[in-house]
Every structure is written in structure tokens, then in C-alpha cells.
């Protein structure tokens, strides 16, 4: 129902949208590129909500499937099936916020550190750049740790 690659392409599209600022950059400007995805996928606790997710995902299936089952009216199947899909996708969200929010926290302090003024997806890049992704999941690392 809610498949692992699905909730990636998800991550990869919300840290994109929160992270990436395409600004056109003056000559003094420093331009830090970052591979988004990675930096999520290697975040100190994307695993365990990774997992939660994965039991959330079972749990809404197992819901809906029960709630189908005993209902015969094809539309209010569709009706279960969509609201047990949102529910879902509202989880997704609430867990994944304090991720996403602090990898831009990690971004910044990086960029600032290295003296980066703009911070695009890597993707968009065709050449040039200074990455910065590795230092952006130390620094992530680093924040877990004092925790």
C-alpha cells in the first residue's frame, strides 16, 4: 500500500522543495551544492521513523482492509480506502517535520561555517559548486549526539 520508494521520492521532494533556493547568484556569491536524499536517508533518526512508518503503514492496511471487508458499497470502500491513505500521509508528515527541519537547520549552519550565501540541489547543478552534503550529515550527526 505504502511502499518504501514512495516515501523516498516524497523525502527526496520535500527537502528539495525546502532546501534547494534557486537564486541567481552574483559573482562574489559561494554556491554550495547538496545531494538532499542522502542527506535525509543518512539522518541520525530517519531509520527508526523509517520503521515507525513501515508500522503505521501496516496498521492504516490492517484497518482498512477490516473496515472494507464488512462494507459492501464499492464507493464507501474507495471512501475507507482514501481516508486510511491520508491518515497516513499526515503521519508521514508529523514524523518526517523534525527531520526535514532539522536537516535546513544543518544546512544553514554549514553554509554559513563554509561561507556559502546560496544551497541548491545537487541535481540541478551541471558544474560547479562546492558540496557540502558530508559536512551537512556530520553536523546532523554532531546535533544527535549532544542530545
Same mark, same amino acid.
Given at each position: 500500500m505504502f511502499s518504501g520508494k514512495r516515501i523516498g521520492i516524497l523525502l527526496s521532494l520535500a527537502v528539495l522543495l525546502v532546501l534547494s533556493s534557486a537564486v541567481l547568484a552574483s559573482a562574489n556569491d559561494k554556491i554550495g551544492v547538496i545531494d538532499s536524499q542522502k542527506i535525509i536517508f543518512q539522518h541520525p533518526r530517519f531509520e527508526a521513523v523509517t520503521k515507525q512508518l513501515q508500522q503505521i503503514s501496516k496498521q492504516k492496511e490492517n484497518e482498512m482492509k477490516l473496515a472494507v471487508d464488512k462494507e459492501p458499497d464499492q464507493n464507501k470502500k474507495a471512501q475507507i480506502f482514501n481516508t486510511k491513505r491520508n491518515e497516513?500521509?499526515?503521519?508521514?508528515? =508529523?514524523?518526517m517535520q523534525p527531520i526535514f527541519q532539522e536537516a535546513q537547520v544543518a544546512v544553514r549552519t &554549514?553554509? =554559513?561555517?563554509k561561507g556559502v550565501t546560496v544551497v541548491i540541489e545537487q541535481s540541478a547543478v551541471y558544474f560547479g559548486g562546492i558540496d557540502i552534503t $558530508? $559536512? &551537512?550529515i556530520q553536523e546532523l550527526k554532531k546535533k544527535a549526539a549532544t542530545k
Open positions: 497516513f500521509a499526515q503521519e508521514e508528515a =508529523r514524523l &554549514v553554509a =554559513r561555517l $558530508d $559536512d &551537512v
